[in-house]
């Protein structure tokens, strides 16, 4: 399978755990994205990388999240001491960049559901 | 920030029956809109998508028109199947920011 591939799928944390989740994007995508979706709607941007450096932030991203590209491959996204509120499906994507033009399709991995009780 | 609007939230069709999903967005800036196509415990998947330069694309059974004056695009569905059935983003971003901003999505169900 050569699509995007996001681990867990599914975890099942308390309140105050930290919970780390790792995206491995298609090899040749230089763009990688992380998106939150909750329950009744749409994706919602957090971060995205080119290559290892990561361009923004959006300001759902609290002090407690971090993102990371190390290598410019994987990605992880850690949520440090987490809230009820962090409940959601984390989405990462990934897209080639090939210079400025008109948008570029984005594909997306199933998602990491995360359950904070 | 861009603001991408949605409607219907649900939209229930009968099998061979149109569908259509309408979107406005608030940045005149923004030169791309994409649909994306989301199955229980999937991630989205992109079914199409309209540039600026156009104002209109057909794939088959899916057609999007676009209106840059109101700041609007659309989703046409025609000849529905039970396997048209699922959640439908809607998505704009704009010239070299990359990122999208997703409608709320549309439940449409087909029904046989």
């Known amino acids: 399978d050569t699509g995007v591939s996001q681990d867990p799928r599914h975890k099942i944390t308390k309140r105050g755990q930290n919970v780390t989740f790792r995206c491995d994007p298609i090899s040749e995508h230089n763009r990688l994205y992380w998106y939150r979706q909750t329950l009744g709607q749409g994706p919602e941007f957090l971060t995205y990388?080119?290559?290892?450096?990561?361009?923004?932030k959006s300001r759902l991203l609290s002090d407690r999240f971090s993102a990371e590209r190390p290598k410019g491959s994987f990605s992880t996204l850690e949520i440090q001491r987490t809230e009820q509120g962090d409940s959601a499906m984390y989405l990462c994507?990934?897209?080639?960049?090939?210079?400025?033009?008109?948008?570029?399709?984005?594909?997306f991995g199933e998602g990491s559901r995360l359950t904070v009780l | 920030g861009e603001n991408v609007e949605q409607h219907p939230s649900t939209l229930s069709v009968q099998e061979g029956d149109s569908a259509v999903i309408k979107c406005t967005y608030s940045?005149?800036?923004?030169?791309?809109f994409p649909w994306y196509k989301q199955e229980l415990g999937k991630g989205p998947q992109l079914i199409i998508d309209?540039?600026?330069?156009?104002g209109e694309k057909k794939d088959q059974r899916i057609a999007v028109t676009l209106n840059k004056t109101a700041k609007h695009f659309s989703l046409h569905i025609t000849e529905t199947q039970p396997e048209d059935s699922a959640v439908y983003f809607c998505?704009?971003?704009?010239?070299?920011?990359?990122?999208?901003?997703f409608g709320a999505g549309t439940t449409v169900t087909v029904r046989a």
């Open positions: 990388f080119q290559n290892e450096a990561q361009l923004e």
């Open positions: 998505a704009a971003s704009t010239k070299n920011d990359y990122k999208l901003s």
């Open positions: 309209i540039r600026s330069n156009v």
């Open positions: 940045d005149s800036a923004s030169n791309y």
């Open positions: 994507a990934s897209s080639l960049n090939q210079g400025p033009q008109i948008g570029e399709e984005l594909f």
